[in-house]
Nanobody
């Protein structure tokens, strides 16, 4: 069963940057998977933040376009989310997800942006 482990969250001031990482294990063909980052803020619905396909195509929520960048390293089986110009409304638990051969989620990493 695929395992995803997120890291890199923390407390940052508005305007700052963080880089989130998602490490995949027990995955047969990492390069064939699309990956996504979601976020869950208290009292709000889960939001799809960014997607990267197996071919490297990317897509972003309007709320993060121009500020966040999703990337992947197939040799390391890693997915990243570079977050710049952070805003207090970016505060949430960020989760990594892949849906090939099942629906797999990590435990999430907390991002808190102070004003």
């Amino acid at each position: 069963q695929v395992q995803l482990v997120e890291s890199g969250g923390g407390l940052v001031q508005a305007g700052g940057s963080l880089r989130l990482s998602c490490a995949a294990s027990r995955i047969i063909f990492f390069g064939g998977h699309n990956f996504a980052w979601y976020r869950q803020a208290p009292g709000k619905q889960s939001e799809l933040v960014a997607v990267i396909t197996s071919g490297g195509d990317t897509n972003y929520a309007d709320s993060v376009k121009g500020r966040f960048t999703i990337s992947r390293d197939n040799t390391k089986k890693m997915v990243y989310l570079q977050m710049n110009s952070l805003k207090p409304e970016d505060t949430a638990v960020y989760l990594c997800n892949t849906k090939r051969d099942g629906d797999y989620w990590g435990q999430g990493t907390q991002v808190t942006v102070s004003s």
